[in-house]
């Protein structure tokens, strides 16, 4: 087991252009998170999912961001019509109960 | 007005001082108590979790809640050059339909030097 895994690292992308992320959590973890953290903050949360079932969203989480996480195994965001203050650091966590375990991140940078 | 609230610092120590970390919170249903480490370029690492009012200790960490005053500390004992990071203090409510989700403090920068 080698911990949540996030790809790519870095993105980046011009303004109006789709992305999309990846995110593999801990095997047997039913619990996935998305967070998005802008330099000098801390996290936020975006989206939650129970095995394949997203149960809450963010109103941070604009209709140009959708998540999903078929099988209830790993999970992609992704994010149309990127624009400039969509560029973040975009957290992944997954849990099978108490503790969140964090990947290292996706960092998108929209020119 | 900020759920969490963090002293964004920076805070810049010699090695060996002893460090406090702080935060305040508003919302009463906080229930847990996390404290992460963030490196540059990295993700959060757990440090400390804690449900109860009280001291916890894991080493040279000690974490504070009071929850009376909605206030959480986190203490380092001997502060390491390799302790140098961003210190974010974490929190969720119990059960219900919070799922588990995170509400962060901003962060604290510490720099220990040698």
């Known amino acids: 087991d080698t911990g949540v895994s996030q790809n790519p690292r870095h993105k980046i992308t011009k303004r109006g252009q789709n992305v999309t992320f990846r995110c593999d959590p801990i095997?047997?973890?039913?619990?996935l998170y998305w967070y998005r953290q802008t330099l000098g903050q801390g996290p936020e949360f975006l989206t939650y999912?129970?095995?394949?079932?997203?149960?809450?969203k963010s109103r941070l989480l604009s209709d140009r961001f959708s998540a999903e996480r078929p099988k209830g195994s790993f999970s992609t965001l992704e994010i149309q019509r990127t624009e400039q203050g969509d560029s973040a650091m975009y957290l992944c966590a997954s849990s099978s109960r108490d503790i969140q375990y964090f990947g290292a991140g996706t960092r998108l940078s929209v020119l | 007005q900020k759920e969490v609230e963090q002293d964004p610092g920076p805070l810049s120590v010699p090695e060996g001082a002893i460090v406090s970390l702080n935060c305040t919170y508003s919302n009463s249903a906080f229930q847990y108590f996390m404290w992460y480490r963030q490196y540059s370029r990295k993700g959060p690492e757990l440090l400390m979790y804690?449900?109860?009012?009280g001291n916890k200790e894991d080493g040279r960490f000690t974490a504070q809640v009071d929850k009376s005053s909605k206030y959480i500390s986190l203490f380092i004992r001997d502060s390491q050059p390799s302790d140098s990071a961003t210190y974010l203090c974490a929190m969720k409510e119990a059960g219900g339909t919070s799922y588990g989700k995170l509400t962060f403090g901003q962060g604290t920068i510490l720099t220990v030097h040698p």
């Open positions: 804690t449900y109860s009012s």
């Open positions: 999912f129970q095995n394949e079932a997203q149960l809450e």
């Open positions: 095997s047997e973890h039913n619990r």
